[in-house]
C-alpha cells in the first residue's frame, strides 16, 4: 500500500542527546513536510522540501534540522539546542506545494 | 475555532445529526484551505479541500464552504456518526506565502449514541 511511515512511534530522549526521528514515502511526492504538535494545539511546521537535495526552514526551524537525499526520504534530527522537544512530531508529503499533505501517524518524543 | 492550550473548542452532536464547524482565517490572500481530521494519537487525515475560486465544494456526507468576504470557511458533515469522532483541523495557504499551509487549532467533536 502507498502512504508515509514513521519511525519509531515512541522515542525517548536523554538531555543533551540528537535523535532522529525517520520519515519514508512511497508516494512518488516532490514535497515533504515536518510537523509539531503540542496538546491540544494545531500543527506549527518545522522544516519542509520541495525537491531532493532542497529544503527551507518552517515556522519553528531552531534546534532542529533535516536531509533530503532521496525523494523517499525526509528524517528530521531533534538536536539538544532544542530546549522543549517533548511533542508529537508528524511528516508528510505531498505531490508539490500546491497539493494536499499526506501524513504519517506520527512519532511521540518525551525527554528522559 | 482556535484552542487555547489544552482546551479545545468542543462540539457534541447527538449521532444522526448534522455537524458544523467553523474556521476563521485572518489572510485575506490565502486561496487553498484544507480540512484535516485527526483522531488520538494518529495523524490527520486528509477529508476535503477548496480553492478561493469556489464557495462550495461537496464530497461524500462532507460540505466545505466557503466565504472570502468575511474570511470564514465551514465544514458540515451530515448525518453524524460515532466514527466521525475526532479533532478538526482548517488549514489555509497562500501563493504569496510559497503556499505553505497554516492549520488552525482545531474543534474537538463528540459524537453521542
Known amino acids: 500500500d502507498g502512504g508515509i511511515t514513521q519511525s519509531p512511534k515512541y522515542l525517548f530522549r536523554k538531555e543533551g542527546q540528537n535523535v532522529t526521528l525517520s520519515c519514508e514515502q512511497n508516494l512518488n511526492h516532490d514535497a515533504m513536510y515536518w510537523y509539531r504538535q503540542d496538546p491540544g494545539q494545531g500543527l506549527r511546521l518545522i522544516y519542509y522540501?520541495?525537491?531532493?537535495?532542497?529544503?527551507q526552514k518552517g515556522d519553528i526551524a531552531e534546534g532542529y534540522s533535516v536531509s533530503r537525499e532521496k525523494k523517499e526520504s525526509f528524517p528530521l534530527t531533534v538536536t539538544s539546542a532544542q530546549k522543549n522537544p517533548t511533542a508529537f512530531y508528524l511528516c508528510?508529503?505531498?505531490?508539490?506545494?500546491?497539493?494536499?499533505?499526506?501524513f504519517g501517524d506520527g512519532t511521540r518524543l518525551s525527554i528522559l | 475555532g482556535e484552542s487555547v492550550g489544552l482546551h479545545l473548542p468542543t462540539l457534541s452532536v447527538q449521532e444522526g445529526d448534522n455537524s458544523i464547524i467553523n474556521c476563521a482565517y485572518s489572510n485575506s490572500a490565502s486561496d487553498y484551505f484544507i480540512w484535516y481530521k485527526q483522531e488520538s494519537g494518529k495523524g490527520p487525515q486528509f477529508i476535503i479541500d477548496i480553492r478561493s475560486n469556489m464557495d462550495k465544494r461537496q464530497g461524500q456526507r462532507v460540505t466545505v464552504l466557503l466565504n472570502k468576504t468575511v474570511k470564514h470557511l465551514s465544514l458540515q458533515i451530515a448525518a453524524t456518526q460515532p466514527g466521525d469522532s475526532a479533532v478538526y483541523f482548517c488549514a489555509e495557504a497562500s501563493k504569496a506565502a510559497g503556499n505553505k499551509l497554516t492549520f488552525g487549532g482545531g474543534t474537538r467533536v463528540l459524537v453521542k449514541p
Open positions: 508528510a508529503s505531498s505531490r508539490n506545494l500546491n497539493q494536499p499533505q499526506h
Open positions: 522540501s520541495q525537491i531532493v537535495n532542497d529544503f
